[in-house]
């Protein structure tokens, strides 16, 4: 069971599952008949997140805040495409962060994000076979 109801729609008082897969259902149905470019998209994802999470360590490494803050938007950004709302919160501090706290900070933020991002790339595996499923 979803703890977000319609898409985007959070409790703020319960976490968020890791993958609110009616995300990427309501995708399929924006696509009719097309539940392959659904799944297809959250592959892709799946497979570049681990490369954007690489960019934000070498951000966080280099203290180059611009590319850190990119980085965080990017992530955040395709989080909430795929309905990983805990990885988009995750990515949204770290982008918040990034505009005056201490590398230190951002750092233990990264790490979350980098966490939260594996998580999802586990889940949207599942999720992308069950959307290319007949």
Excluded: K, Y
Excluded at 78 to 97: K, T
Excluded at 117 to 128: D, I, K, M, R, Y
């Amino acid at each position: 069971m979803s703890v977000l109801g319609p898409v985007g729609a959070r409790d703020p008082h319960r976490e968020p599952e890791i993958l609110d897969e009616s995300a990427l259902a309501e995708l399929a149905v924006d696509l009719p008949g097309r539940r392959d470019v659904a799944a297809r998209f959250a592959a892709d994802v799946a497979a570049d997140l681990p490369r954007r999470c690489a960019r934000m360590f070498a951000a966080c490494h280099a203290d180059d805040r611009n590319d850190l803050c990119a980085v965080a938007l990017s992530i955040r950004s395709s989080a909430q495409m795929v309905g990983a709302w805990a990885l988009a919160e995750a990515a949204r501090r770290l982008h918040d962060l990034a505009h005056g706290e201490t590398l230190d900070a951002c750092v233990r933020q990264a790490v979350l994000v980098a966490c939260a991002a594996q998580q999802v790339v586990t889940a949207l595996g599942s999720a992308a076979a069950h959307l290319a499923a007949p």
